[in-house]
């Protein structure tokens, strides 16, 4: 029986700055959010290579959460995580991303909110 291999990817709990939710309060100041993605790739690389050109970054995984965070103001969570696994998914070796997204300035400190994504390449 054949056998697909996959190797997963992540980046945990990346704390930034960010301009995010639906209430006047949240426009006036950015607030920080955690994120975390998860991103299955296949097939497995070629550790032979030895070589950063063989892999997804998990440097680039970071600069495009930056770069989506940074094109402004976002009103959701949810937007935020599709926009990210969207990204993640542009490259034809993932198979799979889970995106969480955490507000971590809310509830005055007391609990987290935020929305989790999984995109499935169906290509």
Do not use: W
């Not at 991103?39 to 998990?58: C, K, Q």
């Not at 969570?77 to 969480?100: P, Q």
């Not at 507000?103 to 169906?122: F, H, Q, T």
């Amino acid at each position: 029986m054949a056998q697909m291999v996959f190797y997963r990817l992540f980046v945990r709990d990346l704390v930034v700055p960010c301009s995010i939710g639906i209430h006047r309060h949240e426009r006036d100041a950015p607030q920080r959010v955690r994120v975390t993605v998860e991103i299955d790739i296949a097939p497995l690389f070629n550790t032979e290579l030895d070589s950063i050109g063989a892999v997804l970054s998990y440097d680039d995984v970071v600069a495009a959460v930056k770069k989506i965070i940074n094109l402004g103001h976002i009103n959701l969570v949810e937007t935020l995580a599709d926009r990210i696994a969207t990204s993640c998914l542009e490259d034809a070796r993932v198979v799979k991303v889970k995106v969480v997204v955490e507000k971590l300035d809310v509830l005055g400190g007391e609990a987290c909110v935020g929305a989790e994504i999984v995109c499935i390449n169906d290509g």
